[in-house]
């Protein structure tokens, strides 16, 4: 999507090793996300930041953790990968909170075998 | 937890015909957004209704909001094939900086 990429598209790792998932933006919005989407549950949050170095906690943020040192960077990993964490790793911009959409990336499907 | 309920999960309709996507919440809401997503890719933002407001258009979509009933529903109309997708509902609580909250999405097939 026009703005916003997310690397890799496909990944297959192994239980237990770490993964690291990009979200990278052109459009120095503030506010950046990582949901995943898995059938039967929608999206769920995982984790969120409102500026670089702030991040915080989403509903689903148990074995996840993120960072951004920059603006256009919002880097999600998975600490030691689980087969539950098999999903669409989707991110998400915003400039503002107030009443404004989201640009979604096109997602990152992993896959934890 | 899920804020918002879309209403039915799929729906079949011929091409042409209008088709109606409900969406329930829970709590009050600053505002109300729906999203489109083709099987693969992301969401696409299609409109946002604010709380103080009771209907909206864009095209042919025609969101309604009733924060009395916490209920929306989305309108296409003269459905067509590039139509078939799912359909998102997702609340805005406001307040803090955390996301949207999404509802597990209406599967609308049109038939040709």
């Known amino acids: 999507d026009a703005g916003i990429t997310q690397s890799p598209r496909h990944k297959v790792t192994e239980t237990g090793t770490p993964v690291t998932l990009r979200c990278h933006q052109t459009e120095n919005h503030r506010y950046m996300y990582w949901y995943r989407q898995d059938p039967g549950h929608g999206l769920r949050l995982i984790h969120y930041s409102y500026g670089v170095k702030d991040t915080d906690k989403g509903e689903v943020s148990d074995g996840y953790s993120v960072s951004r040192s920059k603006t256009e960077d919002f880097l999600l990993t998975l600490e030691s990968a689980t087969s539950s964490q098999t999903s669409v790793y989707f991110c998400a911009i915003t400039p503002n909170r107030a009443g404004y959409g989201y640009t979604f990336g096109s997602g990152t499907r992993l896959t934890v075998v | 937890s899920q804020q918002g309920e879309e209403d039915p999960q799929a729906l079949s309709i011929q091409e042409g015909e209008n088709a109606t996507m409900n969406c329930s919440y829970k709590t009050s809401i600053n505002n109300l957004q729906w999203y489109r997503q083709n099987s693969g890719r992301g969401l696409v933002h299609l409109i946002l209704i604010r709380s103080n407001e009771r209907e909206k258009h864009s095209g042919r979509l025609r969101v309604t909001l009733d924060t009395s009933k916490k209920s929306s529903s989305l309108l296409i109309t003269a459905s067509r094939a590039a139509d078939t997708a799912s359909y998102f509902c997702?609340?805005?609580?406001?307040?803090?900086?955390?996301?949207?909250?999404f509802g597990k999405g209406t599967h609308l097939i049109i038939q040709p």
């Open positions: 997702a609340t805005d609580a406001g307040g803090g900086a955390d996301g949207l909250t």
